[in-house]
């Protein structure tokens, strides 16, 4: 991915407003966890632990992205995901994923980017993990909330190229209390019409945004070719960790159904 004084600028713009999101555009966690309220003493550890601990590495995730995912192997079963991300270098990207962006939004897992380059050296195997970002970018379903269109615009240039990796480790539409059963692998949108169009809407609403706008505003962002191996799940095979512990993962998922190593159409590989 070239290292080009575009990109640098938009880095920059992100560093100073990529967190900054609008106040209308506040998510809430829609997880409850069970358990006592903080005592005085838990939050005096807090103020303390905040006011002299080093957190370096939460520091450094300075962007934040907001988009849509679904179970690998289940395409019905969708959500939004808020990613807070930090460059690794050029070509990698690490993000965490919350349910919202207010503090009391809950982990909800995790997404690794890379380049196209760095994508086309991974194992064939490997590459049966990833999902491409070249429909995110282009509907528009894919923002960075509270910086300039201008700055989001030379971002979505530097993504639409990219791949994910991503897991969810804590299923927050479907258990709303605590984080139950082993991760599952995620996927993004490839096509118009796969993502919940009221869902989309009500992102949109909650930020001031549209979606179809931002369609229409990266039309001159070239769509490269998806390199083969991406979005496994469009070619009949959909990767998916069985879950031991019989938790359901999606709202048309029975338990333990997503055998590992892959999934077919919906059902175990046989």
Known sequence: MPNSTHTKLSIALLL???????NRGNTPSNVEAPGT?????????????????NKAPLGALNAYLDGFHFYSGRPADQMEAHHYC???NEEVIQCVIYDGNVAEAKIMGIEYI??????????TEEKSLWHSHVHEVKSGQLIAPGIPQAAEHVLMKKLVSTYGKTFHTWHTDLHKTLPLGV???MMGFTADGQANADMVAARDQRFGVSSKDKKEQRADIESPAVQPGANAWEHGT???LADPTGSTHGSHGVPGAAATPAVKDGSPAR
């Open 86 to 88: 930090a460059n690794v």
């Open 114 to 123: 890379v380049s196209e380059r760095l994508f086309q050296s991974l194992p």
């Open 37 to 53: 309220k903080e005592s005085a003493k838990t939050q005096v550890l807090e103020a303390g632990a905040a006011a002299l601990q």
């Open 238 to 240: 959909a990767l998916q």
């Open 16 to 22: 100073l407003a990529g967190l900054a999101a609008c």
């Open 183 to 185: 991760p599952q692998l």
